[in-house]
């Protein structure tokens, strides 16, 4: 039967590949073809094919919502601002260590600044919504203390996106030194010692050696979060909002949830789902182009 | 002046490490007060006397969390989650990683395939037709439906990708002169070069496992299925007085909520914090393998 050697070697492969192959297909690309929803008035009884057809008329309708333009907006600027703090934080808190001497020391900091990382934000809301209410919460007791008005963190709409980018800091930025850390091991020690006897100062040495050593790993760590700016945090804002806040503090993947498994508005959720999606695949693609560009990098 | 390498200026060392040591305190401060909370009474907590260390100490929350039938059923469907999960997530990940690490001339239709598993992390059909599609294959209330979605996780298959691709080249071609199939090169030369990072995959598998909420709570219609996180989003984040029974509400007036939400955020942290130590020991050279080079 199989005359053809090398399709008998590769049979074993594809047995290997097909459990996974078929679980793939099922819930990964079955919901792509779920997609059909978006352009259906869909009705639970009658499933996915027996439902009316009604073209662009969900898209229509998203575009009519309220809330729209600014659920858009808050969700481009919460991932805007955690993207630089994203950055920012983790390669100023990268340079303190790398100038860390004492080993014991650098590694006590990094075992307790890498641990939010691995918390659930279930959990780590749970601890926010207590330290920071505003009636018997430690911050609000602490700023109380030093003199400062109480400030209610989770349900002032005006100070709500600012909460939203400090947690998330709080948890990510730990681990994001490690990538940092890692490059900075990777600069020649001997252009220090250059840079000395050439009688460069610390900043000098910073600005001219350090920074530069890293500017690559910076750059491609830049463009590839590009990718991410329509996701603003879905599992962080769905714990920490409330009702208060959605003018500043609702954002796409909320407003889907809500409109579809709250109120049941499928073809709605599906069409809003359906164009992030779009958008999103489109900066990923060009992120990914740019890090090419800018870095070399390649996935595989 | 002051120099890196040879001559450290002391003034701006002692600045650095205190304002790192400050950084981790305010980091980690969260985490214990919630802690001290939990093993406090609840007068001690509502007069805003706890801190860092628990004020009257006390196990009493500990005791009315752990005879909440709710949350032990909840404890158990995740430990039963994690001990189902991993092994199939580690499974899958290790029989796809095989295959699409060979050369292009050793498995024609690897392209094809790695393509086949790259578009799903680059397109998906969104939250509602992935909910319908789960429905459809009757997993809603069951603990797969919490596993089989998720079974393949393309983003450690890549990362064992790339650790398969450094095996060397040499000791797979004398296996295969020795006549060995494929299946006895992934068992015995592949998976046994490769502990370190099926030790690093499988820990964020449970740590993912562990953590993951949101499955559970739109999956399970019946709240006695939901895993720990979900029940403690309802419970917590969003409490529902539904969910809880009359004795609940009866002993709530007792001890106050809020010394017994800690407890039950510690409960649910302490696997994690249990296994941060070998975690720790793990992720660095896992991501260091993984994600960047170059």
């Known amino acids: 039967m199989l005359k053809d050697k090398k399709l008998r070697r590769e049979l074993p492969l594809y047995a290997m590949l097909a459990p996974a192959v078929v679980l793939v297909l099922v819930y990964a690309y079955g919901p792509m073809l779920g997609i059909v929803i978006a352009f259906q008035r869909f009705l639970p009884g009658k499933g996915l094919f027996g439902s009316p057809w009604i073209g662009l008329d969900n898209f229509r309708f998203m575009f009519q919502m309220p809330t729209i333009w600014q659920v858009v907006g808050n969700t481009i600027l919460i991932a805007g601002m955690k993207i630089v703090a994203g950055i920012f934080v983790p390669v100023t808190v990268a340079l303190m260590l790398n100038d860390v001497g004492s080993q014991p020391f650098k590694r006590s900091i990094q075992t307790i600044i890498y641990l939010p990382h691995f918390l659930s934000w279930v959990i780590l809301s749970g601890i926010l919504i207590d330290i920071l209410s505003p009636s018997e919460g430690i911050v609000n007791q602490l700023l109380e203390l030093l003199g400062f008005e109480t400030v ?74 590009l990718g991410n700016i329509l996701n603003a945090g879905f599992d962080q804002v769905f714990n920490l909002y409330s009702p208060l806040v959605y003018r500043t503090g609702d954002i796409i993947d909320t407003l889907v949830y809500r409109t579809g498994l709250v109120n049941n508005q499928y073809g709605v959720a599906t069409a809003v789902g359906l164009l992030k999606s779009l958008v999103a695949l489109l900066l990923i693609g060009t992120s990914y182009k740019l890090a090419q560009k800018a870095a070399n990098y390649t996935i595989f | 002046m002051a120099s890196k390498m040879l001559r450290p200026a002391p003034l701006f060392n002692i600045l650095n490490q205190v304002l790192l040591a400050v950084l981790a305190i305010v980091c980690v401060f969260p985490i214990v007060h919630v802690l001290a909370l939990s093993f406090s009474t609840s007068t001690a907590a509502a007069s805003g006397r706890v801190t860092l260390w628990p004020v009257e100490f006390t196990l009493s929350s500990y005791r009315f969390v752990t005879d909440t039938p709710a949350f032990g059923r909840a404890f158990g469907i995740s430990v039963q989650r994690v001990l189902l999960g991993m092994p199939i997530n580690m499974l899958l990940t290790v029989l796809v990683a095989y295959p699409l690490a060979k050369e292009r001339r050793q498995f024609r239709a690897r392209t094809f395939f790695v393509w086949f598993f790259l578009v799903t992390i680059l397109f998906s059909g969104g939250l509602i037709p992935w909910y319908m599609v789960i429905r459809l294959t009757g997993l809603i209330d069951s603990v797969w439906a919490l596993i089989l979605p998720g079974a393949v996780p393309i983003f450690n298959v890549i990362l064992m990708i790339n650790f398969f691709r450094n095996v060397p080249p040499a000791l797979e071609e004398a296996a295969y002169m020795d006549g060995a199939g494929h299946g006895t090169l992934l068992w015995r030369i ?96 896992g991501i260091t393998l993984g994600s960047v080079k170059g």
């Open chain 1, 152 to 225: 209610f963190f989770l349900g002032d709409d005006r100070v709500f996106p600012f909460t939203l980018v400090v947690t998330d800091v709080w948890k990510s930025f730990g681990f994001g030194t490690i990538v940092y850390l890692a490059a900075l091991t990777g600069i020649d020690p001997a252009l220090y010692e250059a840079a000395l006897v050439d009688g460069a100062g610390r900043w000098q040495q910073t600005r001219h050696i350090t920074l530069p050593g890293i500017s690559s790993t910076i750059i491609l760590l830049t463009t590839l979060s």
């Open chain 2, 190 to 285: 592949y998976l046994p070069l490769s502990v370190p990072v099926i030790a690093t995959v499988s820990l964020f598998v449970i740590v993912g496992h562990w953590n993951a909420w949101f499955d559970g709570l739109i999956l399970m219609n019946n709240p006695s299925r939901y895993p720990l996180q979900s029940y403690l989003q309802t419970i917590i984040i969003n409490p529902d007085p539904k969910m809880l029974t009359e004795r609940d509400l009866e002993i709530l007036k007792v001890i106050n909520n809020r010394t017994t939400r800690a407890a039950q955020i510690f409960i649910a942290m302490l696997p994690i914090l249990v296994a941060y130590p070998f975690l720790q020991r793990y992720f660095t050279t």
